[in-house]
């Protein structure tokens, strides 16, 4: 069960509120690398979580972390658009050099919200939910969680970069600060289960010797024109504790051309890749 | 610059078609756990990819690679809907008892495709170009490849679990190898620029000192009626080599409420939101 | 802020896993008509709402309680996946008079989620968040919430129909109940302001004078061989307490026939569309 | 069966084009509170319409004057681009002082329509067809469509706020009618069908008795720190004429905490989550 | 200004009902080589014609008619749909063998739409309209729409086959006559401006002088071990009526190697990426 | 199988990095016009192919080379990217006067990609896959890819228009070759086929006695005040060497009025639908 209380989880303030930044802040909330995503990724992982409770219980509460983050971005936009044109004399007042009245802000944030936050990207695409990321396995999950922390960072580094704000600078230095955390509190939860050794490949249950084993540990080069890039990728012990990584320098080709032959009467395809050409009475007469 | 070979990298047998294992087998093609990602996904990795000449080259030649397992997965999916039924007789000769004349597989494998794979998951949902992650930032991106491949191989195991031709579980064995080598290769990259702890947080190149570093270690309890569950999250020295993990187990509520007062005219909103009931007389006079 | 406490709001019980009835389920949670939409609509409309504060906390409220249905309906979504096949040899077990091994589950319950909840409809489809409505128009914000919980009530009681688990239909009699006060809420909600003659036309800050109030108040009838059908829309007060609803038999077409004009060159039309046939010689020489 | 005649509904002037404008106009076309979103859903709704008869044709003749609005918006967006620049020349003339060339306009109405409305909103996303809202209960659809058009309605006063250009304010000024007319018309239809108490709960044909219905009538407070706003949703009599609304301060909480147990082999999770840890004879034999 | 009539363009008359073949029927509603696709893309075209009125007329013409066969098609599903299941009694009824109940039709027909259509493909994929070409090129909307009316064509014969109804089949027979009529029209209009040769390339208003001539009429080969296959294609005149296939066996490589060199300061790359390694200090101290 | 050589098929050079350009450019990427789609067409169309294996070759071939030009485009966005602003500072100083400190260009380019180029257009929005065009049919298809060629050069040379940066204008020039060839490659593949009239009505394979031949040749207006614009669709011999186009001034209506008449109990319709009123008992007992 959820509940909420009413004040939020950290000051959000904005000095000089600025459309332009609410539009980019937008990205935060429902971008690939925002905070709708982790909160949802969390809550379906934690209702799809079996085995060690424990993590089940760390995803529900971190789930529930993110929410009120979104909270705290919702209220960021809507701050930012105080003072945006809603009006032809408003906003051709601010520019009178340039054209473009709106000054890159988001017009939906006009026409649609009415000044307020909305789940959509910087470009105002919505989010969408393919981007949740819940396999039932915990590993690969937990994969995922530290891919959406790290690009979460990245991207608030970035917004922190994009404002003067002071207000936006504290909050976003906030926000930086759990996404450091984040990172590295999934981390931890493979450190918990034996570490990365321990854990690959992903997933471990799946018997190896059901696999090619002979294709699994080879880097392989599909250049003609450079060899493999030298690095760890092409030696040393390989991180799943069984294999040796080793460098094959091109592919070998194992298969043979494909070919699927004529196609089938009544497939909807031209009479041609039936295997004949087209008599000129089949098309009048049956 | 790309070029092209005409036999598959790895042999593609079927031995009995299934047209509901040719649907499954989709999952692997457009679903994001799928092929068209990670070739898509190192692609544009390399194209975006600044510093390390080594990381870009190693990007080019796995997308490359990756190019040809849809290749092979297209022509599996082909072979599969060999004999599917293209008419109403051929349907319901199959199954005279029951009324799911197509038996589970994907009727645009008919009516679309005409017995050919399309760039779609199990569910026909259309693959989409939002799941290609390319932050510019590389120790990000190893990241989100690693994922790609725990959870692409996550996939190949459950479907080579979910069929017994010969053919596909050898085609399937190869899959998962590779799977098992790609996962490794990317984690070996972090490895190869000095290992997670080296990376972390990422981005590595923000000062950590404008992040509020108090809230970079704690791991937040947001239940109401359970304590932190106890594990690597919470103690011990923090993955970057800086910090130390802590417990907090409420969070520190320190914002305020919001509030965004009243609505400014002319922005759409009730006149009730602006501070005023409607007057009778506003509607219909100006 | 939000919290969570470990217990569901409801008993969720299954007395018979039904791995098909998990796939209908999802449309309660990732369908438009579903608790992902609802929570997230009164998540995004609360952190917008200005004006009377009260309808913000109510709106917080709600959506902290729809995010409990979700996490309701994903554990019932599980639920029902206990036993689904996980490979060819149990599929094929249950059926053995149909080549339908999966028997109309969705296939990504065992492929993508490992048995799991998912955000998607009951096709698969991913929720998307431009179904997530808010205005910040208050009173068209209600409105669509009636309208979602309409939607949600009518899915509910359709799923309650096509289950016999006593336990599944505890669970969707209470969430039906929810569905029953929530759908009247947000109507006292437009009660309390008023009601709808002082809501109307929505929005009803807008000055109507500048409205092209002739056209305001006729029902039209666009069809060539039937009169308008008789009905409360075509005679009587209008519900806004300003105009009268007349019945207007035949549009009045006040248009003119539009025309563009020839496309300009560098446009990219075709030269035809410029006013002039392409002289050979403009093709290969400047 | 459908007909057309070559002149506009109302007349469609613009005095000054502005490409600026027109990528606004955009989201009274392709937006989800415009045009095409109207006409598809009246549309749907009319052809699955089961009852009274006279509904179903009033739902078909609005779906036909609003594709004569897709039609006027269409036009309205291709004159407002009258003279958008089409070369770098033409582009960069108009603001030497600033880069963005383009000043503000949609760029896709130069590189994909050349110059002419698109179905997309005012970011460039297209209408995607699941905001279509036709659910077979005739009472959901006209509250929906009730919705439909109070947003609508909103966008075109605040595209009306917009512009200065007078033809386009008298254009606007009759969709704002138009608008006022069919919010009043949806909402005549529940009055036709015995109004909102007869309508209530949404559906009404399902048997009351079978919901929980201990649990039809109360508002529920979720939060931790305040109380639950006064208000009418929270007292006097349901407006479904059965129930009475209560208030309840804080939610039963009814359920247990849900438990997955252990995932099943073969399930593609890790082994630990299956109750053991992996021996590492496991990795790399059967 | 559109206008409608109460009958059907042609009887729509189902003797069976049958809810799998509802399903089928959906993608000539909004799939990709459905009605609404065509409907809305002569309607677009037509709104933003330049140049030859004629050609605007016969688009929005044909629109029309196009509208009308959505009409015809919805009702066609709903047909289809009279007898399906809205009970898990009814349900289990029909096949007690079999553990799907809902035997192949897509449960939305169930749970959204109430036995109506929906504007939906036929696997439940919504339609969405980024597949409305309408370039502003009038030659390139014409193959456009020939290539519509072509799939639209090749998907009408599928569905015919996949049905024995009486009823269905002469509907469909109806729609394929149209199809074939609609794919000639529009080369029509190409022919009768002037013809294949007089149009390419297209847009044949961009002086060819400003193209790379020199790689205009090549055909080339990438296959590393097959030659160019033998064809039309490769020799003969081009059908532009300026240049000359010829065949290149391998393409010529003029470009560089591509090289980013290193990420910039604040762009949020990993330090690695700027050319440097992290000190330990960067990460704590500014 | 493919592989990867490592320098560009064209030289790809930037005099004067413009990021509105590169935003511009993507349109080119991830643009239904753009290259992503014709490779993806061209590969999944080969996969399908049956009949003749030289077209088979030729579609692999050549969507090849498309993967070739998705890799210069990356390449010429993310140069056109250097210089763009990474901070507010570095943002505000490009244009004093004006408040779009991005100046135009796509904000996700730096906080997503990090200057790179990513899979979507130039309004942002993501590439989907819906959009690759093989229907299995060799004919319907070459019409797809002659559509996709030709909407992409008229992209090009619009795009060539918004440039005066000489590196740019090279390089779309060899582009605008490229499609000039394969625009008519396609069409190569047709009059290989014997030509347009062999090949029509598309699919040549359903026998023509099958449809209602009657229906088959007659272009119809649907216009209530024009007559049918004069030209080569309403006279003359038909392209598929059966039929002779003829005019037909008004739709012969040969359909009744649809009527669904009332919908079933439990089917989740209001009472009313279903032939009676709600009594007021039903809604509160069984």
Same mark, same amino acid.
Not at 83 to 97: H, L, N, R, T
Not at 113 to 129: R, T, W, Y
């Given at each position: 069960?959820?509940?909420?209380?009413?004040?939020?989880?950290?000051?959000?303030?904005?000095?000089?509120?600025?459309?332009?930044?609410?539009?980019?802040?937008?990205?935060?909330?429902?971008?690939?690398? *925002?905070?709708?995503?982790?909160?949802?990724?969390?809550?379906?992982?934690?209702?799809?979580?079996?085995?060690?409770?424990?993590?089940?219980?760390?995803?529900?509460?971190?789930?529930?972390?993110?929410?009120?983050?979104?909270?705290?971005?919702?209220?960021?936009?809507?701050?930012?658009?105080?003072?945006?044109?809603?009006?032809?004399?408003?906003?051709?007042?601010?520019?009178?050099?340039?054209?473009?009245?709106?000054?890159?802000?988001?017009?939906?944030?006009?026409?649609?919200?009415?000044?307020?936050?909305?789940?959509?990207?910087?470009?105002?695409?919505?989010?969408?939910?393919?981007?949740?990321?819940?396999?039932?396995?915990?590993?690969?999950?937990?994969?995922?969680?530290?891919?959406?922390?790290?690009?979460?960072?990245?991207?608030?580094?970035?917004?922190?970069?994009?404002?003067?704000?002071?207000?936006?600078?504290?909050?976003?230095?906030?926000?930086?600060?759990?996404?450091?955390?984040?990172?590295?509190?999934?981390?931890?939860?493979?450190?918990?289960?034996?570490?990365?050794?321990?854990?690959?490949?992903?997933?471990?249950?799946?018997?190896?010797?059901?696999?090619?084993?002979?294709?699994?540990?080879?880097?392989?080069?599909?250049?003609?024109?450079?060899?493999?890039?030298?690095?760890?990728?092409?030696? *040393?012990?390989?991180?799943?504790?069984?294999?040796?990584?080793?460098?094959?320098?091109?592919?070998?080709?194992?298969?043979?051309?494909?070919?699927?032959?004529?196609?089938?009467?009544?497939?909807?395809?031209?009479?041609?890749?039936?295997?004949?050409?087209?008599?000129?009475?089949?098309?009048?007469?049956?």
């Amino acid at each position: 069960m959820f509940h909420h209380s009413s004040k939020l989880q950290f000051p959000v303030r904005v000095e000089k509120p600025d459309p332009e930044f609410a539009m980019l802040l937008q990205q935060a909330i429902g971008g690939v690398e *925002g905070e709708i995503r982790v909160a949802m990724q969390y809550f379906f992982q934690a209702m799809g979580a079996r085995g060690d409770a424990r993590i089940k219980d760390l995803l529900i509460s971190t789930a529930t972390e993110e929410l009120a983050h979104i909270e705290m971005l919702g209220h960021a936009v809507a701050l930012n658009l105080e003072g945006a044109p809603v009006s032809y004399q408003e906003a051709s007042a601010k520019d009178p050099v340039v054209n473009a009245i709106l000054g890159g802000m988001n017009p939906r944030h006009v026409l649609s919200s009415g000044l307020s936050a909305m789940p959509v990207n910087a470009n105002g695409v919505p989010f969408d939910m393919s981007h949740i990321y819940a396999s039932g396995n915990i590993a690969a999950d937990m994969l995922a969680n530290v891919t959406a922390e790290a690009t979460g960072r990245v991207l608030a580094t970035r917004l922190y970069n994009m404002t003067e704000d002071k207000g936006m600078k504290e909050f976003l230095s906030f926000l930086i600060a759990r996404d450091t955390m984040h990172q590295q509190q999934w981390l931890a939860v493979i450190e918990d289960m034996g570490g990365l050794s321990a854990s690959l490949p992903i997933p471990n249950s799946f018997p190896q010797s059901e696999e090619a084993q002979e294709h699994s540990y080879y880097c392989l080069n599909t250049s003609l024109d450079k060899p493999l890039p030298q690095g760890r990728w092409c030696q *040393g012990p390989a991180f799943d504790g069984v294999g040796e990584f080793t460098a094959k320098e091109q592919p070998d080709i194992l298969g043979e051309e494909p070919n699927l032959g004529y196609a089938r009467p009544g497939s909807g395809a031209q009479s041609e890749q039936m295997g004949g050409s087209v008599p000129p009475t089949l098309k009048s007469e049956p």
